[in-house]
């Protein structure tokens, strides 16, 4: 069975991103950025409130302390740093969730920590010692350090993929700063391949294997509500009921 998920609730300030209330109605999964890539203390609050109003699940987004970069640029940071820098945000998003009686349901590096922990193992393990204390599922890529060190650690592992965006000939993702629009017939199409084969088409031509326990969309990705849609539609008959 599936869920979609959405990264989302990333509106800072008076700035604005993505149509979160028109996503609500076709994802399962809410992962609310926790303020350090985006986000602040009343959008986090909002999205909260406005996921429990549709009946969708809560988890984190934390990410490395880049807001000025969407924590899509890598930086150094060594285990424990790290550790205390998720444990923060992590903290921050389940107090909201405790305000408003819903628990928190997993933990979803954001952008370049994503990519980092795919493949370095002192971040995988501190995304991993954050999880020891919430003792929630881990989001994160099949085959890569995600899977091995979460499951190793004792961790649920939930297998992602992602319907807006793609994939190298090696199997990772191609992480941008900005998304662009995708056509969601396709997107719908490569999902229902990644459910039924576990497989996808890199941008090389061959075909890499996947994990799609869990299929993403991301907010700000232009056209993203359309490709909501498509996509459920597509794998209605594979989701997980709410």
């Not at 205390?84 to 920590?113: M, S």
């Amino acid at each position: 069975m599936v869920v979609i998920n959405c990264d989302m609730g990333e509106a800072y300030g008076l700035y604005k991103m993505g149509d979160d209330k028109a996503l609500m109605p076709h994802i399962d999964v809410a992962n609310v950025a926790c303020g350090f890539h985006a986000s602040d203390f009343n959008h986090m609050r909002q999205t909260v409130q406005l996921a429990k109003q549709f009946g969708v699940k809560v988890g984190a987004h934390p990410s490395l302390p880049d807001l000025q970069g969407f924590g899509r640029r890598e930086m150094k940071i060594d285990r424990e740093e790290l550790t205390n820098c998720l444990l923060y945000q992590i903290g921050a998003l389940k107090a909201f969730l405790d305000a408003e009686g819903l628990p928190l349901n997993h933990i979803k590096p954001h952008g370049a920590l994503y990519g980092m922990a795919a493949r370095s193992e002192n971040i995988a393990e501190a995304v991993a010692d954050a999880a020891d204390v919430y003792k929630v599922p881990l989001l994160g890529m099949k085959g890569t350090l995600h899977q091995m060190v979460y499951e190793r650690r004792g961790h649920t592992f939930v297998a992602e993929y992602y319907a807006d965006l793609d994939y190298n000939a090696d199997g990772s993702l191609i992480i941008t700063r900005e998304h662009e629009a995708k056509d969601p017939a396709d997107a719908a199409s490569r999902c229902t391949r990644a459910v039924n084969e576990g497989k996808t088409r890199s941008v090389a031509g061959n075909d890499v294997l996947v994990g799609a326990d869990s299929i993403c969309i991301h907010s700000d990705t232009p056209n993203a509500v359309a490709i909501a849609h498509a996509v459920r539609e597509a794998v209605r008959p594979y989701l997980t009921a709410r």
